[in-house]
């Protein structure tokens, strides 16, 4: 999934593992750039709820992607 804010783009990419995801992939391109991996055993909207508590902007945009 991709979003694209103004002059920002954010790209989600996960991997599944025997239908349940393993790892997400954030990458951020615009005024600043950066890669997140997160893996483990993941719930896309527990992560988007945490976003604001662990300070990395765009995760919100999680809430968004229907499994």
């Known amino acids: ?7 920002d783009e954010i790209r989600f990419m996960i991997r599944e593992v025997n239908g349940k995801i ?3 992939l954030m990458i951020t391109g ?3 750039s950066s890669v997140v ?5 993941l719930d896309l909207k527990t992560i988007a709820s945490l976003s604001d508590n662990i ?3 765009g ?6 992607v229907k499994q």
């Open 1 to 7: 999934m991709t979003v694209k804010e103004q002059n």
């Open 22 to 24: 393993a790892e997400l």
């Open 59 to 64: 995760l919100e945009d999680l809430d968004k």
């Open 55 to 57: 300070g990395i902007e």
């Open 30 to 32: 615009g005024d600043g």
């Open 37 to 41: 991996s997160i893996t483990g055993d």
